[in-house]
């Protein structure tokens, strides 16, 4: 019994004395998926890592650490480091041991970890960034650039908050590949504010910019990590935060271990660029899509007939192409050909053809009478028809 005791302690010495002698690795650092650990060797030398977690480059910068009894084998540390995707043990520098006879120590004292490789930014600043919403929806900006409310500093200065209910979809305003989809949360924090807490997806475009989308609805997001996402694409619903009901969009390049907002243009419904403004509506205009409605014309209905069944009566009807964009159509429900003026009593409309509209309506058919576009906005509007006057 003796021996076996004394034996089962002679390994564990010999085990003991085996790990004295081992490399040893110990992290230092975590952020954004993105860790930082040093391996000291057996011999007293240091090897300082990173690991990237992410399907994009990340960057270290801003290093700074003290040190005991060790050369770093750079001449000095470099800005930043790049950090690859998807990658495990990078090294970022080695230290040695100056002097045997002594023990070495090394300790991190600062390190800032950032979106991207800052080496690779050159935003487009003149890039027609659509809308963040479906094809012909239309929102209004409750926040702006330097908003008074909460758009202030480098992540929120350039930024705008568009109302919208919980459950809007939301949609890429440039193509790019997903690199953050949160949609865990119950609350609408602020990112930095809570250490992560917020529901948002981040989109890494090629110039080095990113799209931010903040405030999505909890399991509304419809991409994941690393998917390729291409301009006007459904990527999620937008939720609520502590503000209201609102989805908080902005464009960022790196800047330290945040980032930096910057100024960008919408593509307006025209096709032309525009300067977003607070307190005004924007309709998304998707490309190769159908018309809007500010792109109809009377002609683009002028062949239009459609048969309808008898009913001895004669009416309009009203179709909504889009939040700013109304068709009216007369119904004839007798067997015989009419001559019918229609007017309408409105408020702050604009009509595609001068009031009253007289027309020809063959039996048993609808045919189109006139478009009605919204003026202003954010004012209110009305039509009422007026009693149609006809005849046979």
């Given at each position: 019994m003796i021996l076996k005791i004394k034996g089962v302690f002679f390994i564990l010495f010999l085990l003991l004395i085996n790990n004295l002698n081992a490399d040893q690795k110990k992290y230092l650092h975590e952020?954004?998926?993105?860790?930082?650990?040093?391996?000291?060797?057996?011999?007293g030398d240091y090897i300082?890592?990173?690991?990237?977690?992410?399907?994009?480059?990340?960057?270290?910068?801003?290093?700074?650490?003290n040190d005991t009894n060790l050369k770093l084998l750079l001449d000095k540390i470099p800005e930043y480091f790049v950090i690859p995707p998807k990658t495990n043990d990078y090294k970022l520098f080695e230290l040695i041991k100056k002097r045997d006879n002594e023990k070495t120590n090394f300790y991190l004292t600062n390190c800032e970890i950032g979106i991207g490789d800052p080496s690779k930014v050159n935003p487009d600043l003149n890039y027609p960034y659509l809308p963040p919403y479906e094809h012909g929806k239309k929102y209004r900006i409750d926040q702006g650039f330097n908003g008074e409310a909460t758009h202030h500093g480098n992540i929120n200065e350039h930024s705008l908050d568009f109302h919208m209910d919980i459950g809007t979809p939301v949609c890429a305003a440039r193509d790019g590949i997903v690199f953050?989809?949160?949609?865990?949360?119950?609350?609408g924090y602020a990112f930095i504010?809570?250490?992560?807490?917020?529901?948002?997806?981040?989109?890494?475009?090629?110039?080095?910019?990113?799209?931010?989308?903040?405030?999505?609805?909890?399991?509304?997001?419809?991409?994941?990590?690393?998917?390729?996402?291409?301009?006007?694409?459904?990527?999620?619903?937008?939720?609520?935060?502590?503000?209201?009901?609102?989805?908080?969009?902005?464009?960022?390049?790196?800047?330290?271990?945040?980032?930096?907002?910057i100024p960008?243009?919408?593509?307006?419904?025209?096709?032309?660029?525009?300067?977003?403004?607070?307190?005004?509506?924007?309709?998304?205009?998707?490309?190769g899509r159908e018309k809007l409605g500010i792109d109809l014309k009377n002609s683009d209905f002028e062949?239009?007939?459609?048969?309808?069944?008898?009913?001895?009566?004669?009416?309009?009807?009203?179709?909504?192409?889009?939040?700013?964009?109304y068709v009216v159509y007369i119904q004839n429900g007798n067997d015989y050909t009419i001559d019918a003026y229609v007017d309408f009593d409105k408020v702050n409309l604009r009509e595609s053809k001068d009031l009253p509209v007289n027309l020809e309506v063959p039996p048993l058919t609808e045919k189109f009478v006139l478009l009605f576009w919204i003026k202003r906005e954010l004012e209110k509007f009305k039509f009422n028809e007026k009693p149609i006057k006809f005849k046979k």
């Open positions: 952020f954004w998926n993105v860790r930082i650990y040093q391996l000291k060797k057996s011999n300082i890592f990173a690991e990237n977690k992410n399907v994009i480059p990340f960057h270290i910068s801003n290093i700074k650490y953050v989809a949160e949609d865990s949360f119950d609350a504010e809570v250490g992560g807490r917020q529901n948002e997806i981040l989109i890494m475009h090629e110039d080095g910019s990113f799209a931010i989308y903040c405030h999505m609805q909890k399991r509304g997001n419809i991409v994941n990590i690393g998917d390729y996402v291409k301009k006007g694409d459904l990527i999620g619903h937008s939720g609520d935060s502590r503000g209201g009901p609102h989805l908080h969009f902005s464009i960022a390049v790196p800047h330290s271990s945040e980032w930096k907002t960008f243009y919408l593509l307006n419904e025209d096709g032309n660029l525009i300067k977003p403004k607070e307190g005004k509506y924007y309709i998304s205009r998707h490309p062949n239009y007939e459609k048969k309808i069944k008898k009913n001895n009566k004669v009416k309009l009807r009203y179709e909504k192409v889009d939040d700013d964009t």
